[in-house]
T-cell receptor, first 111, second 117 residues
Framework: AQTVTQSQPEMSVQEAETVTLSCTYD???????LFWYKQPPSRQMILVIR??????QNATENRFSVNFQKAAKSFSLKISDSQLGDAAMYFC????????FGKGTRLHILP | GAVVSQHPSWVICKSGTSVKIECRSL??????MFWYRQFPKQSLMLMAT?????????EQGVEKDKFLINHASLTLSTLTVTSAHPEDSSFYIC?????????????FGNGTRLTVT
């Protein structure tokens, strides 16, 4: 069975600084997707970034980028120029037929 | 973008009663919908996968007789919590995958907070 592990329950970063959230996963599949979702206090799930496993190039969405290491089964999220609005719960997720979520990392932004 | 509407956003019911939660795809057809449960400060746990016109597939440990899932049309799936108990109190979120696409579900409802008293 596939698993997703986020080893950082909480992290803090100074506003305008850069922070990296870690994620590892386990699967025997070769074709799959990886995601980072943001869940603010409203609890709405917001897609931050998506990576197809067959693509070697790391995905980037404005201030958000990933470091995808397929062999190591690692998928970290880097947030540059952190903003107060980035404060939320961040979930790493694995998907092929369905999406499985990690336990999440709560990110605090310090003004 | 694609919109998934979940209703109600919150509900309080008495122990022993049943509660129905609806998940609708408003501007696309969803052949598959997923139901998740989220306890406070925890992750989303997949409960079941709902395919239009067929029986839902439940994850291990989820009671299918307690959590009834129906996906009667390409735009609507319902989750019914039967004979609810206080331990069923939780946040329930649905997600939908558009038909004729291999792209995974990117569209989530806003969730339903269920409180059983």
């Amino acid at each position: 069975a596939q698993t997703v592990t986020q080893s950082q329950p909480e992290m803090s970063v100074q506003e305008a600084e850069t922070v990296t959230l870690s994620c590892t996963y386990d699967t025997s599949e070769s074709d799959y997707y990886l995601f980072w979702y943001k869940q603010p206090p409203s609890r709405q799930m917001i897609l931050v970034i998506r990576q197809e496993a067959y693509k070697q190039q790391n995905a980037t969405e404005n201030r958000f980028s990933v470091n995808f290491q397929k062999a190591a089964k690692s998928f970290s999220l880097k947030i540059s120029d952190s903003q107060l609005g980035d404060a939320a719960m961040y979930f790493c997720a694995y998907g092929d037929d369905k999406i499985i979520f990690g336990k999440g990392t709560r990110l605090h932004i310090l003004p | 973008g694609a919109v998934v509407s979940q209703h109600p956003s919150w509900v309080i019911c008495k122990s022993g009663t049943s509660v129905k939660i609806e998940c609708r795809s408003l501007d696309f057809q969803a052949t598959t919908m997923f139901w998740y449960r989220q306890f406070p400060k925890q992750s989303l746990m997949l409960m079941a996968t709902s395919n239009e016109g067929s029986k839902a597939t439940y994850e291990q440990g989820v009671e299918k007789d307690k959590f009834l899932i129906n996906h009667a049309s390409l735009t609507l799936s319902t989750l019914t919590v039967t004979s609810a108990h206080p331990e069923d109190s939780s946040f329930y979120i649905c997600s939908a995958r558009a038909a004729r696409t291999i792209v995974l579900p990117l569209h989530f409802g806003n969730g339903t907070r269920l409180t059983v008293t």
